[in-house]
């Protein structure tokens, strides 16, 4: 069936409404391109300055209270991230693009030759400006060159995800990285366990994309950039996935947080990711030089 929209990652007009409903609209719908596997929302209507510059997207995880919840909830995961990117960025000129509350930007500082941060969300960018950081508000003001660009689950928020990769790419130095996360859409709750609650859940407002191993080549492709690796990476693991299986909700990873043994965590990340059913796609861009 024909949805009326082109794909915005490869402009193939194969696409077609997903079954899936968003969790947070009625109206809003989650279609698929049949020629990379992307998948994206029949409207980005909602996402207007409001929604980026006052926080309005802060709102759509109900379960955090403020400001300092949210920061202890992302806290594990932005060490994991400073773990895995902290060798290449040592003593580099670094960018992190999306740089929200700058949980990583503070753990990254020490190593790097010098940080900034890109935030929309003008409470983070003034609360971190005040604390010392140079954070710009657009991709524009930034002046680089930087040596890496670090890009942790934002693309899949912005309209544009091709023009973002291009910015960017357009501020690196000669055989700068540009370290790229967003989620999946080949999520192993979607398609391998194919639980019934999940597939209300998966899809939301907040991500306007969901990408495929392809979409995401082809969008990085399409910037005039060089894929070097895609790979699989798991922000959760098999406490989440058997809570799901069980209770049909979120949150197992806390609740069942016996399961996450730093080993079989790696292990079961593994075997999702060479299945190409991880929650999210690590890719890493070059430019040459
Ligand atoms: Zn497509």
Sequence with gaps: MAAGRACPICASASVARRPERLRDSNTIRALACAACGHSFLDSFGHVDEAYFV?????LSKPF????????????????ERAQRVGPLVVNKRVLEFGCGAGQLLDKIKPLAREVEGLERTRSFREQL???GHV????????RGPYDVILMFHVLEHLPDPVAAIRASVARLAPGGLLYIEVPHVNDALLTLYDVEAYHGFHFFKDHLHYFSRSSLAEAIRRAEAKVVAISGHSRFGLANHLYWLKHAKPGGHMIWNFLETPS????????????????SLVAQVRVDG
């Design 64 to 79: 955090l209270e403020g400001l300092p919840d949210r920061l202890r909830h992302y806290e594990s995961e932005n060490q």
């Design 264 to 279: 079989l965590f790696r292990e079961y990340a593994r075997a999702l990711a060479a299945a190409d059913m991880s929650d």
């Design 129 to 131: 400006i005040a604390r």
């Design 54 to 58: 006052h926080d309005r997207f802060l």
């Design 135 to 142: 954070v710009h508000e657009r991709i524009e003001e930034s």
